[in-house]
């Protein structure tokens, strides 16, 4: 780091330590844990790839049972997919407005990410609810087999995530915009964007191409 | 900040979602209007006959990367700046191996199927 740039304060709190010979001390902790969860991130998306993989071999099964092209309602799924896309959205600007220390606004963020997030999960649900009545559960085939792996396990990780954004939200009441509780809402911010990169492959194979 | 500190030094690494320039109003509002764009397109192009129908999977997964490049950039703030290497490395380690299992799972199988021996064939053989 340049002197000048220490001198004229421009480092911040959580700018690299200088050492005092012109080289710089470890990374700062945010940068270190943002960078931990992204790894995680990547693992997590190697874990989909290995159902993902699983689910273009099985789509073909379907025992004499339904296809896709008879199961999948796509305005249905479109409603699913504009609702993760805008949580993704709010979320964004939420951990926005608490970087800038506009509470309201992070509150209204992540309100809306909830109430969105929920809305996608119980669009979900009741798409399977409406596919074990019609005889179409997991029992059914191997390509239902593989989508209800898939697709519920997507389902499982926006649950996870649901939690996880309450104890945020309940965090910050408590203990305020703090360095932890900032950098645990960033890894949150992240893992929500990422369920909606999966999101994005799993419209795309299962259901868009599915449905045809 | 930091990335005016890593213009100065260029070892200072940043991370996902890190940095105030990164991250504006601006940035995730454009965002959301390339994903709208994108997701818009794959609806259209799966439910009409606008593309060659032989190529429409050709077509969804390009679309489907490409917002999937969108959310990188914009949500998480992938960039390709010098300051952002570690992540992108990390990035591409993790696509070799999706590309990997992915890839190699439909090769083996497909080949797997091609090799099988009818089903009814086995049945005959088991009289």
Redesign the interface.
Known sequence: ??TQ?IAAG???PE??TPRGDGR?GP?PV??????G???FL??D??MF??L???Y??LSGQTAKGPSGHDLFE?RHV?IE??CL??S??TC??G??AL?RRRLTFFYMGFALTFALGATFLGLELSEFVGLVARGAGPSRSAFLSAFFSLVGLHGAHVTAGLLWLSFMVAQTAARGPRDFVRRRL?CF??FW??L??IW??L???VY??G?? | ??H??GQ??G????????G?QS???AT??A??GF??LL?GA??M???TNLLWPPG??AG??V??IA??GV??VF??HIGTGPDNN??VL??A??LL??TL??A???WI?AHLNANMMPASAIMEMQR
């Not at chain 1, 945010?30 to 960078?35: E, F, G, N, P």
């Open positions: 780091m340049s740039a421009l480092a911040g700018a690299t710089v990374a945010r940068i270190v844990v943002a960078y969860f992204w790894l990547l693992s998306i190697i790839s290995a993902f993989a699983s273009a071999v796509l479109g997919t504009l896309l805008f993704s959205y964004g600007l951990v926005l970087e960033l911010s992240l964007h990422a909606d990169i994005v492959a419209l795309t194979l868009l191409m449905a045809r | 900040m930091e005016y500190v100065h030094v070892s200072i690494d940043k991370a996902p979602g890190v105030e991250g504006s109003l995730y509002t965002g959301l994903a709208l997701t794959s609806f192009v799966s439910q429409v999977p969804l997964a679309l489907a917002q999937m959310h990188l949500f998480l570690n992540n990390a990035l380690f993790g191996v999706v299992i992915v190699g799972s439909l199988m």
